[in-house]
């Protein structure tokens, strides 16, 4: 079987009308050699799967080699086709059709592109993967709407990279009626990471740096715990404000904390490159 394209027979009839629609929807194009509008609407179809790349599978049916299945059908008229999905016929028409109106029909059942992103992250995932699945996650969040079942995904992957502020904002978003077990379980790691967060030295540095805002020694370890604990852009507008004072501080080391932070985040990172923006202004 192709995986895009098959001919369908009584042998093999179960197997693509019945089991293939439990996994991807069938398009089922019955046809004959004598049917003329049938040679017009095949070609169609066929770039169609191709374009789609599996996302259904077309099943031809020659319905004069094949009248016992046409007929079980209920196929009345020639070109005829139908769209299986869980081994039901859910949509379909007769007669060839322009493939605007095809294409319209087929994207009321195929998977959006969010969706088939969505799986490739929850593979990433899987893997262990996060550093990948990260930027594929926020760019499925964003499409989908702020979907639930992706902000938690999403929410997840930022709690297990410490990036506890971008969690907590995806997790304030997320609508009464969708805040269950998981959510609750979310919820309470956020918790637990932002009590961990405020330890002993990071309350008497922030005390420091209150105190006295020139105090850049204080400021940048206070940037370094920051950075250790979840906080990037803490770390990063502290850093920055010391960098605008004195660009070379500590001998560098505080432009290259600034660097190793905006790196951490990765290039995907709407985050990061906002920072490398306000670096490059400074620099030049």
Known sequence: MNEFIVDVTAENA???LIEESMKRPVVVDFWADWCEPCKQLMP???KLANEYAGQFLLAKVNADTEQML????????????????????VDGFAGAQPEKQI???????LPKAWELQFQQAQKLVAEGKLDEALPVLRQVYTESGERADIAKQLAAVLLEQNRTPEA?????????ADQDS???????????????????????????????PQDYDAAYKLAVQYSQNGRPQDALELLLDILRK????????????????????????PLAAQYQRKLMTLMF
Do not use: C, H, W
């Open 44 to 46: 169609v179809l066929e």
């Open 182 to 212: 998981d959510y609750q379980q979310l919820m309470a790691q956020l918790e637990l990471k932002q009590k961990a967060a405020e330890s002993p030295e990071i309350k008497a540095l922030q005390q420091a740096v209150e105190q006295n």
């Open 246 to 269: 004195d660009l070379n501080f500590a001998d560098g080391a505080a432009k290259q904390a600034f660097l190793d932070i905006v790196k951490s985040l990765g290039s995907g990172d």
């Open 70 to 89: 046409a007929g079980q059908l209920g196929v009345r008229s020639l070109p005829t086709v139908m769209v299986l999905k869980d081994g039901q016929p």
């Open 168 to 176: 907590e904002t995806v997790l304030g978003k997320i609508l009464l």
């Open 14 to 16: 179960q197997q693509v």
């Open 103 to 109: 294409r319209e029909m087929l994207d009321k059942y």
